[in-house]
């Protein structure tokens, strides 16, 4: 099969496996061979599903060749960068939101983890956050939308925890809100376990974290994202759970751990009305989505719908439109991004936009 005819596949053998782990009590082999012939459909059926998998995107797939390691939406312009890895291919991959390709790039870029898009009316950028080891790792960078280096954060090439030269190792991801305000999670697997808050202009305004399992500790930060109330979620992969800390002070606010016994969080994001927090867990190969808190509290998780990937899939790390409302998905094991789309019935304004 070529690699549309595996996405498919794949799409299906994910509804039989849907409709296998939630249809109660044992199926004789006659009712076997029904739930074979119908197990998409009944899947659909037996549990809340807030979205499908769009099998034509994006156009060309052919494009993805490398271990796709994370993807980021600019909502402002249409477009979807893809951050890959592997030797002599394109390290940065942009398409639009409709999944027609447009360029690539491969300038400035040892090994990228994690990607974020930052636009507004008067600037597009691209932040990257490079994990390599040669003379561009350690870093995190903006580029513009066309791939030309902008900014540096970090000594390119040097790991280390110093704050002033700024130093990383491995860092994450980062999230840029709406003031131009920067939040890093530094890093995967490195040196540092830390949240940094960075001004608009490099200026260090808040620092937490250090490695641990108690409140404002981190165990591989992963994934940061800031919600319309002010709150910073953190993916606290190595320990099994998110923490959320105040935006303005960095105080700590608390921690959901329950979702997560089985797999920490690889990945944290909000859907685009903000009523749920939409993560991935990597080695499960699945996205939950949960009841977003409301303000003052942060409670406990509470999983609304299930996306369950195929085995191996590997989801890494994802974004989610803000126009659309589709979560796109980074997937390293089968080395591509795969699109979900909101179904109508829950999410009306985005799907009638």
């Known amino acids: 099969l070529g690699r549309p005819g595996r996405r498919r596949l794949l799409s299906c053998v994910t509804g039989f496996a849907f409709?296998?782990?939630w249809l109660p009590g044992e199926l004789s082999s006659e009712e076997m061979c029904v739930l074979r012939k119908f197990a998409f459909q009944v899947s659909w059926r037996t549990k809340e599903i807030l979205y499908r998998l769009d099998v034509d995107w994006p156009n060309h797939p052919e494009y993805f060749t490398g271990a796709t390691f994370?993807?980021?939406?600019?909502?402002?312009?249409?477009?979807?960068?893809?951050?890959?890895?592997?030797?002599?291919?394109?390290?940065?991959?942009?398409?639009?939101?409709?999944g027609y390709f447009l360029r690539s790039w491969n300038y400035t870029v040892d090994t990228p983890h994690g990607i974020f898009a930052a636009s507004t009316l008067?600037?597009?950028?691209?932040w990257i956050t490079d994990v390599g080891s040669g003379s561009y790792g350690?870093?995190?960078?903006?580029?513009n939308s066309f791939g030309d280096l902008v900014q540096v954060l970090g000594t390119p090439g040097k790991?280390?925890?110093?704050?002033?030269?700024?130093?990383?190792?491995?860092?994450?991801?980062?999230?840029?809100?709406?003031?131009?305000?920067?939040?890093?999670?530094?890093?995967?697997?490195?040196?540092?376990?830390?949240?940094?808050?960075?001004?608009q202009d490099f200026m260090m305004l808040w620092l937490r974290g250090e490695r641990g399992t108690g409140p404002a500790q981190f165990n591989i930060p992963h994934s940061v994202t800031v919600d319309s109330a002010g709150r910073v979620w953190v993916?606290?992969?190595?320990?099994?759970?998110?923490?959320?800390?105040?935006?303005?002070?960095?105080?700590?606010?608390?921690?959901?751990?329950?979702?997560?016994?089985?797999?920490?969080?690889s990945s944290v994001r909000f859907s685009p009305d903000g009523k749920y927090v939409i993560t991935a867990q990597l080695n499960l190969s699945r996205v939950l989505l949960a009841a977003a808190p409301p303000v003052g509290s942060i409670?406990?998780?509470?999983?609304?719908?299930?996306?369950?990937?195929?085995?191996?899939?590997?989801?890494?790390l994802l974004d989610v439109s803000a126009q659309?409302?589709?979560?796109?998905?980074?997937?390293?094991?089968?080395?591509?991004?795969?699109?979900?789309?909101?179904?109508?019935?829950?999410?009306?304004?985005?799907?009638?936009s």
């Open 19 to 21: 409709a296998v782990l």
């Open 70 to 98: 994370s993807v980021a939406i600019d909502s402002l312009s249409g477009l979807v960068y893809v951050a890959q890895r592997g030797d002599n291919i394109p390290k940065v991959l942009v398409f639009t939101e409709d």
């Open 122 to 126: 008067h600037e597009q950028s691209v």
């Open 138 to 143: 350690h870093t995190i960078k903006k580029y």
């Open 159 to 199: 790991k280390g925890t110093s704050l002033n030269p700024l130093q990383f190792d491995n860092p994450a991801e980062l999230y840029v809100d709406d003031t131009g305000d920067i939040y890093i999670v530094d890093g995967d697997g490195g040196l540092n376990n830390r949240l940094i808050k960075l001004s």
């Open 235 to 265: 993916a606290d992969r190595g320990n099994k759970r998110i923490q959320v800390f105040d935006k303005d002070t960095g105080e700590w606010l608390g921690a959901w751990n329950n979702c997560f016994t089985e797999e920490g969080p």
């Open 299 to 316: 409670g406990n998780c509470s999983v609304v719908s299930t996306i369950q990937l195929a085995d191996e899939v590997l989801p890494h």
């Open 324 to 352: 659309t409302g589709a979560i796109y998905v980074a997937e390293i094991g089968a080395k591509q991004v795969q699109k979900y789309v909101p179904m109508e019935s829950y999410f009306p304004s985005f799907t009638h």
